[in-house]
């Protein structure tokens, strides 16, 4: 069962419930009203004719014979009071005498007496009002019967009845009527809370029709498109674009990341079949018979004896990178730096021994991993040799909470286009023939700092030189 179908049965059935209740409500209002009216008429109807009796009676105190008690009398000679002459054709009106025996009618026939109960009959001799209900000419009757009263003793009883045929009948058309309304406005209501169910659960379709559409195409750039108020609906087609949105950038993420690893593989075999090649090459050489001279032997041997090592750096240098992708855990501890950058700029001198690498830095602490910060320096400085002439400079301040390590360079600089580069893997330069490396020590440097939650950025401009900015968290001094 849809949702649509569930809440159009709900909303009716709720309406269902209110109209039977207020049915229900109704009809017992009125059945109430009209029997309280009827009672009211015939209290007014007895109390009228009561008066009238004890007016019209010469003797009110004389008691009539009970045990023979005469005919019925016509109500013409029973009284000459204008309440018995001028009777109205709706009142049902009976008198008896105390023992409940007819005593005057309109007609004065004997067939006209009126039900009255024995229990009525000793309450009424016991000067009480007395109603009933009774058949009366094959109608159901409201029959009020009421003691006359005179000197403390009663005298007469007068009945008063009323049909409730009509009553019932009219209650019976108002039922009916309830019914067929009721059912009318529920069946009207039925197919307008289907349209408007429909139309209030279209954004929750067009969400229904958009996340199959996503699926069916990947295409994560679709939006639910909703004009609609901010209600619990609008909040929804809301809350939904927002995850689209988000899948979008998480998927953009995933698709960079796979492109990135194509690249990656592509760049590791470009790199690594290089020196293969020289190795199967010169192997192919060895192995030829007649053996080549002896001289051209030590040169292929010197030459794979190059081309291992050169496949060894670049093996560690992709798995100091795959641990840095891995998110290898880095010491977080508290050091001085200058003690490292004496170290480092010393091991570097020893790699162009004619070149000037000198360093100023206070005495500064910073929080992250010894090695891995060595480790970066070697290659900040390993990158100024290889694309510089002059000095090197190494410094270090505190600026603030963080402390900023810089080394400068005064080589031929980078142009702008190729800056936002230099940390893209296997990425080198138009002098890559000319300078050994696989374009992969600003990376892992980069992938090192972040893991120390430093931060890395290369400032350069063309015949100024280049400056590598690092910053770290700092500690204070020792």
Not at 45 to 73: D, H, M
Not at 221 to 236: F, H, K, N, W
Not at 413 to 428: N, Q, S, V
Request: proline share 5%.
């Amino acid at each position: 069962m849809s949702i649509r179908l569930r809440f159009t049965l709900l909303y009716n059935a709720i309406l269902a419930l209110t109209l039977a209740v207020f049915g229900v409500a109704l009809y017992s209002i009125q059945a109430q009203t009209t029997y309280d009216a009827l009672r009211m008429d015939m209290l007014r109807a007895s109390g009228t004719l009561g008066a009238s009796i004890v007016r019209s009676l010469t003797n009110p105190g004389a008691q009539p014979e009970l045990s023979n008690p005469p005919p019925p009398r016509p109500f013409a000679t029973f009284s000459n009071d204008q309440a018995f002459q001028k009777l109205p054709e709706r009142e049902i009106v009976r008198i008896l005498d105390s023992a409940g025996n007819l005593v005057a009618s309109p007609f004065g026939r004997s067939g006209d007496s009126l039900p009255l109960s024995a229990a009525g009959l000793t309450s009424l001799q016991g000067q009480q009002d007395w109603w009933e209900k009774g058949t009366f000419l094959d109608q159901s009757m409201l029959i009020y019967s009421h003691p006359v009263v005179s000197n403390g003793k009663v005298t007469y009883i007068i009945q008063v009845a009323r049909p409730l045929t009509e009553r019932d009948r009219s209650l019976q058309s108002l039922a009916v009527t309830l019914i067929i309304a009721s059912l009318t406005t529920i069946l009207i209501a039925f197919g307008i809370g289907w349209l408007f169910s429909r139309i209030i659960l279209t954004p929750i379709q067009r969400i229904t029709q958009t996340a199959g559409t996503i699926g069916d195409e990947r295409d994560f750039t679709r939006r639910v498109a909703y004009s609609g108020p901010q209600d619990e609906v609008g909040q929804l087609a809301t809350t939904f674009n927002a995850m689209l949105a988000r899948l979008q950038d998480a998927y953009q993420q995933v698709a960079h990341s796979l492109e990135m690893q194509r690249d990656f593989v592509a760049d590791v075999s470009h790199e690594l079949r290089t020196p293969l090649t020289t190795l199967r090459g010169n192997l192919g050489l060895l192995g030829r018979t007649p053996p080549i001279p002896a001289d051209e032997q030590s040169d292929i041997l010197t030459d794979m004896t190059d081309e291992s090592d050169r496949m060894i750096r670049l093996v560690n240098d992709l798995l100091v990178l795959a641990r840095a992708d891995a998110g290898r855990s880095l010491a977080r501890e508290a050091f001085p730096i200058s003690p490292v950058l004496d170290e480092t700029c010393r091991q570097a001198r020893q790699l162009d021994p004619e070149r000037d690498i000198s360093f100023t830095a206070a005495e500064l602490v910073i929080l992250g991993d010894r090695d891995a910060f060595k480790q970066v320096l070697l290659i900040a400085l390993d990158n100024a040799l290889k694309h510089s002439s002059g000095a090197v400079v190494v410094s270090a301040a505190q600026k603030g909470a963080l402390v900023e390590v810089r080394v400068q360079d005064h080589g031929a600089g980078i142009a702008p286009e190729k800056l936002e580069h230099i940390f893209d893997r296997f990425y080198r330069g138009e002098d890559a023939s000319t300078i050994p490396g696989f374009g992969l020590g600003l990376p892992i440097a980069k992938s090192l700092v972040s893991a120390m939650g430093g931060e890395i950025s290369m400032q350069s401009e063309p015949g100024q030189g280049s400056t590598l900015v690092l910053t770290f968290p700092a500690t204070g001094a020792v």
